[in-house]
Each structure stands twice: as structure tokens, then as C-alpha cells.
């Protein structure tokens, strides 16, 4: 026993450097940036099943490495960030896209929301994509033209600390209307570019069309 104590002590003092590097690595992962596979298509059109997308830790608080104890307060979430969180209430990680901030009145009829009373705009593209215009930031949007049980919900009032947070794929995403207001804990970081994206249906090869794609 004492024999293996002292070759991996060697070991750690012959490799030091590497050690080092390893544990700085993924200490800034944890605290200050990461990347998240994305394995459904709950924000299509605007992330596709199999990106590769870069999220900023920093974006909204500094955490101590390897917890979830924030140090410093970064930033405060924004109407139309898209964000991961890990949900309480769906007991895994999600990424969605902020609808509703603190202060928020918000509601939606047959597929069109309702923020502070104001009707959010849309405009047909292609298909089943529509142009949201979520109070001054337009991203994209689609609709299944089938009937869903969350089409509509009355006035909701968001609460200090919450968000309300919706996919992008309307009519296909586990989001606020399910799972509820996301606690301002429960933000993990902002979504800020599609690295790169794998395609299952091409023997995992990357995308040529998806890489390096800022995120609105």
C-alpha cells in the first residue's frame, strides 16, 4: 500500500503541469463558459436537434467552481435571452428562451402572446415559421397547425426572481405553461452561439450550415 502511495505521488509531481491544466479547464467550464448538446427539438427553428451550443456562465453571476454558490452578481436576465437552466421541476436541463421577466403580466390566446397588455407581433415567413416580434427583439418562431392543450392561459403575473420561459417550437416544447416559473437559481447561463452541430442521419458528421451561428 505504501508502495502505491508514493508512485502516485510521483506521478502528481512528475505531471504537475498537465494536473494543472486539467483542473483549470474544467474549473472555467463550471464557472465560466460550457457547451450543451441539444438533443431535442423544443427551440427548432431557431437551435436544430444536434447543435453544439456555447453558453456564457458569466452572463448573470460568478459561481465558485464545481457549485452552484454564486460570488458575484454579472448581469440580469432579459426578455428574448435564450438560456439553460436545470429545472426543478423537470429534474433535467433545459434550454428555452425568456418570455416573461419580473414585473411581467403575460398571457396567450390561440397561439398569440400577451405582454403588459401589448399583442406581440408576428409575421408569416415560410411554412409553419413565423416572425415573433417579442417587444422589440424578432427571432423566429414555429407552430404546429394541430390543436394543443396550451394554446391559451390566462394572466400570469411574474413574481421577483422568476421568469417565464417558453421554446421556440411552440406546440412541441416542455416549458413555463408545464413546469412553471424558473427561478432565477435555476438559470445556469446564456446561449450565445451554435458551435457546431452533429448529424445522426449523416454518420454524426458535422453540419456545414451550422456552424459558429449567433444565437438571438
Same mark, same amino acid.
Given at each position: 500500500?505504501?508502495?502505491?502511495?508514493?508512485?502516485?505521488?510521483?506521478?502528481?509531481?512528475?505531471?504537475?503541469?498537465?494536473?494543472?491544466?486539467?483542473?483549470? =479547464?474544467?474549473?472555467?467550464?463550471?464557472?465560466?463558459?460550457?457547451?450543451?448538446?441539444?438533443?431535442?427539438?423544443?427551440?427548432?427553428?431557431?437551435?436544430?436537434?444536434? /447543435?453544439?451550443?456555447?453558453?456564457?456562465?458569466?452572463?448573470?453571476?460568478?459561481?465558485?467552481?464545481?457549485?452552484?454558490?454564486?460570488?458575484?452578481?454579472?448581469?440580469?436576465?432579459?426578455?428574448?435571452?435564450?438560456?439553460?437552466?436545470?429545472?426543478?421541476?423537470?429534474?433535467?436541463?433545459?434550454?428555452?428562451?425568456?418570455?416573461?421577466?419580473?414585473?411581467?403580466?403575460?398571457?396567450?390566446?390561440?397561439?398569440?402572446?400577451?405582454?403588459?397588455?401589448?399583442?406581440?407581433?408576428?409575421?408569416?415567413?415560410?411554412? /409553419?415559421?413565423?416572425?415573433?416580434?417579442?417587444?422589440?427583439?424578432?427571432?423566429?418562431?414555429?407552430?404546429? /397547425?394541430?390543436?394543443?392543450?396550451? /394554446?391559451?392561459?390566462?394572466?400570469?403575473?411574474?413574481?421577483?426572481?422568476?421568469?417565464?420561459? =417558453?421554446?421556440?417550437?411552440?406546440?412541441?416544447?416542455?416549458?413555463?405553461?408545464?413546469?412553471?416559473?424558473?427561478?432565477?437559481?435555476?438559470?445556469?447561463?446564456?446561449?450565445?452561439?451554435?458551435?457546431?452541430?452533429?448529424?445522426?442521419?449523416?454518420?454524426?458528421?458535422?453540419?456545414?450550415?451550422?456552424?459558429?451561428?449567433?444565437?438571438?
Amino acid at each position: 500500500m505504501m508502495l502505491i502511495k508514493q508512485k502516485l505521488v510521483g506521478l502528481c509531481k512528475q505531471n504537475w503541469g498537465f494536473l494543472l491544466f486539467i483542473l483549470l =479547464m474544467f474549473a472555467s467550464r463550471s464557472s465560466l463558459a460550457d457547451w450543451y448538446h441539444v438533443p431535442s427539438g423544443s427551440m427548432l427553428p431557431t437551435i436544430e436537434v444536434g /447543435d453544439r451550443i456555447l453558453v456564457n456562465k458569466l452572463a448573470y453571476r460568478l459561481e465558485l467552481p464545481f457549485t452552484d454558490i454564486a460570488l458575484l452578481q454579472t448581469g440580469s436576465p432579459e426578455r428574448g435571452d435564450i438560456v439553460t437552466l436545470n429545472s426543478k421541476a423537470a429534474q433535467e436541463r433545459l434550454v428555452k428562451r425568456i418570455v416573461g421577466i419580473p414585473g411581467d403580466h403575460i398571457s396567450m390566446i390561440n397561439n398569440q402572446l400577451i405582454i403588459n397588455g401589448q399583442l406581440v407581433g408576428y409575421t408569416k415567413q415560410q411554412s /409553419d415559421f413565423y416572425q415573433e416580434d417579442l417587444l422589440g427583439k424578432d427571432h423566429l418562431v414555429q407552430f404546429i /397547425d394541430v390543436p394543443h392543450p396550451k /394554446d391559451s392561459f390566462t394572466n400570469i403575473e411574474i413574481p421577483a426572481g422568476y421568469y417565464f420561459v =417558453m421554446g421556440d417550437n411552440r406546440n412541441n416544447s416542455i416549458d413555463s405553461r408545464y413546469i412553471g416559473l424558473v427561478s432565477k437559481r435555476e438559470l445556469q447561463g446564456k446561449a450565445t452561439k451554435v458551435i457546431t452541430s452533429l448529424d445522426k442521419n449523416n454518420y454524426y458528421l458535422p453540419k456545414t450550415n451550422r456552424n459558429l451561428i449567433d444565437l438571438n
